[in-house]
């Protein structure tokens, strides 16, 4: 079960519709599909979403990295040796998409070599999850006519709506359009990305305060520590941290600083050795967590529905799974599907990854 062969495969699949969100806009899908080979012929599948505004990764250096720095480094150890790989991944510090590619290629080895699915080698708590649907910027009432299509269309009632522009004029009325459209039964909470100050923040919460909305994420850069310790305080939710909470360290950090008191989670960053370790630490710390999106494509979104469904904790909370849906295809032989407000994990040895080779050949950049 030796490693003979790692490829990092640059690819691009069009969106139907771009997400723009405070921290940038997502146009095309610009991935990188990642393959561990053994020297049985078994092949490990996972997908690199390089986000520059998040972790300054782009597919160039994900590729880079992966074929320079990391295959070198884990050619010949085994696919049982998962410490060995990672005390040498972490010699190269960052690239947190590259790194956790490679390390849920070598959990879906694992899975292959011993025949069971990498959702029950995580936990096996349940095979599937519930969804939730990330509602980017756009005037009021199309985000509410985008929210009202999925809840009709897939049958997803939670929603998180992307908020971090100008919070008086655009971002506050967005969030009460959709609570007045989409009624009491529906789940919505809201993510920043950095976008407001910490005093916008405070007043933009005080002023959704009757929206009931079940969490606020990331209102305000990390990097005001003080100001986001005093908006934390008195914020009347649960408030996550995502991209100020990255890896382990970032999580204790911001945890035990006040300056969060919930995480997400997302493999795409934390494959799932270390999202594990992030899961743990905060059932041990006692704090919430939800499954995060990366604007993942079909083979992330695998990733993250295996994970999150594997532990009652991750599975408490809605995960965020549905960003495939605005990609105009994907690379999957069988495509997910959405029913009834649930994503399924795949069902077989490993994580369950076909890729259709004409769609690879079709999207593939580096031929
Ligand atoms: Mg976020």
Known sequence: MKIVKVEA????????KPLRFASGEVHTADHVLVRVH???GLVG???APPRPYTYGE???SVVAVIEKIFAPQILGLTVLEREVVHARLDRTVGNPAAKAAVDMA???LLGQCAGLPVSGLLGGFGDRMRVSHMVGFAPADVMVAEAERIRDTYGITTFKVKVGRNPYTEDVAACRALRTALGPDV???VDGNRGWSASDAARALREMADLDLTFAEELCPADDVLGRRWLVAQSQVPFIADESATRAAEVTRELLGGSATAISIKTARTGFTASQRVLHQCEGLGVEMVMGNQIDGQIGTLCSV??????RSSSLHAGELSNFLDMSDDLLTEPLTIADGTLRVREGAGLGIAIDPEKLARYRLDV
């Not at 295996?306 to 532990?311: I, K, P, Q, T, V």
């Open 106 to 108: 070598l959990w879906d």
């Open 9 to 16: 495969i640059p690819f691009a699949i069009p969106y139907v």
């Open 306 to 311: 295996a994970f999150g469904a594997a532990h």
């Open 45 to 47: 599948t996972a997908e």
């Open 58 to 60: 782009t597919q160039d």
């Open 38 to 40: 053994t020297d049985e």
């Open 187 to 189: 789940e919505l909470y």
